[in-house]
Structure formats: C-alpha cells, structure tokens
C-alpha cells in the first residue's frame, strides 16, 4: 500500500531580527558594551535574518513562555484542527509527537495524550512521544506514522516540534569555559513546528493536487558527542561539521540510493536539517555528496529566515518544496535529519 504527505502545515511563534535577539538577550546595561558588541558580531556572522522564537524576550534572564497560544499542547491542537479539515477526525487514527526541548511542565499525562484529548482524535494505537532523538525525531515519527497507514489504512498526523529558547542559557561571565557556547546557542536555535497528515492510497482520490509518496526510510545510530547539553548549556564542537555529515551520507542517504539504483543527481529537491551554512557546506565535498549549490538552496534558504530549529528543520524545507505545487510527477526527493546522538535518517520521496 502506497502512503502519502496530503497536507503539511507550520505552527510559529512572533520572528525578530536577529540583531534585536542579540541586543534583548546582552543588553550593554546588563552585560556591558564589550559583550553586547560580542553577541552582536555572532549574530551578524550566523546569516539568520530572522528568528522565531516564544521566549519573552523583556523577561531576560527569566525564561519564560511569552504568550499561552505557544504552549506545545495549543500549537497540537492547532495541528490536528488544519490537518483533519478536509478528511474528517474520525478518520485519523494515529497520532505521532516528536520534540527535544518543550514549555510543556505538566507531562503526565503526557503531551501527545493531553492532544488526543483535548482535540476529539479517536486513535486506534496509542498516541507516541518521541523525546530526545535529536534533529532526526521528526522522520522518525514520520516513518511510525507511514507503517500505521499500512497497517490500519487510515490516516496519521506526525507532530515534530523543539522549542529550544527553553534552554536559554544568560552566562555573562567571559571566564566562564561555556561563555561562547552559551551565545552561539541562544542565537542559533529557534522555536516552531511542523505537521503532516499522512494518508493511505484509498484516501488519495479527496485531495486535488500532487501528493508526496513516501517510498522509504532509513534510520541509524552512531554514538557520537560533538553535540551534547553540559551543565545546562548546550554544546556544538567545532568538529561536528566535519565529522557529521559523512557518517550522514554513508548510513542514511547512499544505501538508499543504491538499493533503489538512483544517482544522487536524481534527487532534485533535498530537505536537509539545516543546521547552518558551514554544516551545509560540507555535504558539496564529492566525497561527502558532491551536491550542487542549487539542489541546497532552498536548506539555505529556510537557514537564513528560521535558524536552526532542530527537530522540524528539515520539515520546514520539505514544507517549501510542497507549497510549490506545479506539476512535479515522478520528482524525487529526499528528507534527511541528523543530531545528538548522533541520531541520523532520512526519506525517500517521489511527487505523483
């Protein structure tokens, strides 16, 4: 039985320039001129534009959620609404949440369950959480969803959302050996999320525009600690660019390839976690994936407006490529994910 993406719908928070973020998080009256002026030369040197995040930024340094609509358990609700309009909620019968860092304090029950609740979803299998799986979290969900559409044909909503402001860490003291991890993370990282209504073939005929099949998956794990929390920071190494995205490209992307006998230059659209340019740069090396800067644009792209939003990036590329919706039958795509863990997957996908 063939499965497929019918409708995908983002959830977001306000966006603010990223210089505004800077000045908000190392006010000169808090922190003084040298640090202000130090933040915002990171922020300049990260090449985000904008970046949405829920935090009250005149709070600082309280982290605290800004407004109640940007409580996990509100944008859930707003994801199953948008997506169950058009085939009706009865005809949902699975409902997947995958996240890294959550507002949501009250976890019993827990946040996938407070959603089928409170949202009306009669689920045939219990409703699944998935916390702490990395930037990959949201294929993963993506693929338990597609194995219920098989099983049970009905419908499936995976939910993948990280709202990484939550981990704010304000440390003002240069001396301190986390002090530059400290604002790299805070201006790197932004909140939002990602829903996708997935469909058996025997919903197809109700949607009048191309659909995305998802034809298969592959997920690893290669233990790796280049990206990590320490001491309520969170820690990029400077390696990790180098040391990622090969092990990407072995695991979850060429074996694909090559049980299915496709070239990379079949692959037209790629969603890849944008984890930012210097990362992005190293899947051009040939002996990485050897893509072009075309087939990255748009990874590029959603970089420079989102930031670095860990588990749904790489849903937010493939949410650019399906608001295109000229006819694009027998377009191949890939969606791929990667990060603490190092959890690692990706997706195959063909328009229709």
């Known amino acids: 039985m063939k499965v497929y993406i019918a409708k995908i719908t983002k959830v977001l928070p306000p966006s603010y320039n990223l210089d505004y973020i800077s000045e908000k998080i190392y006010p000169k009256e808090l922190t003084g001129e040298k640090i202000t002026k130090l933040a915002k030369k990171f922020a300049k040197n990260m090449h985000i534009k904008q970046k949405p995040t829920a935090i009250d930024l005149n709070s600082i340094p309280e982290v605290k959620l800004k407004r109640k ?8 609700k707003k994801v199953v609404k948008e997506l169950s309009e058009k085939i009706g909620i009865e005809n949902i019968g699975f409902l997947s949440v995958a996240y890294n860092v959550t507002y949501n304090k009250d976890f019993l029950p827990n946040l996938a369950s407070q959603i089928v609740m409170e949202t009306g979803l009669k689920t045939d299998v219990p409703p699944e959480e998935l916390a702490y799986y990395g930037c990959a979290a949201g294929i993963i969900s993506l693929k338990n969803a597609v194995d219920f559409c098989k099983k049970y044909n009905k419908a499936a909503i995976s939910f993948t959302f990280d709202q990484c402001s939550n981990i704010a860490s304000f440390i003002y003291d240069p001396k301190d050996p ?26 197809k005929d109700r949607f009048d525009y191309p659909l995305i099949e998802l034809i298969d998956f592959k997920i690893a794990h290669v233990p790796g600690n280049t990206i990590r929390m320490e001491k309520g920071v969170f820690v990029l190494e400077n390696n990790l660019k180098k040391e990622i ?22 692959i037209k659209e790629w969603a890849l976690h944008q984890g930012g340019p210097t990362l992005l740069e190293e899947f051009k090396k040939p002996e990485v994936l050897g893509l072009s800067e075309k087939q990255l644009s748009v990874a590029y792209d959603m970089f420079s407006i989102y ?40 997706a195959l996908y063909k328009w229709e």
């Open 178 to 203: 986390l002090f530059k991890e400290a604002i790299k993370s805070n201006l790197l990282f932004s909140d939002g999320g990602v829903g996708i209504l997935l469909i058996p073939e025997s919903m």
């Open 245 to 266: 995205p090969p092990i990407v490209s072995e695991k979850v992307i060429k074996p694909i390839l090559n049980e299915r006998n496709i070239s990379i230059s079949d």
């Open 307 to 346: 930031g670095n939003m860990s588990a749904p990036s790489c849903l937010l590329v493939l949410d650019k490529y399906f608001s295109n919706k000229e006819n694009k039958s027998g377009t191949r795509g890939m969606i791929v994910g990667f990060g603490a863990g190092y959890y690692i997957a990706s």
């Open 69 to 76: 609509e940007d409580h996990p358990k509100e944008w859930g």
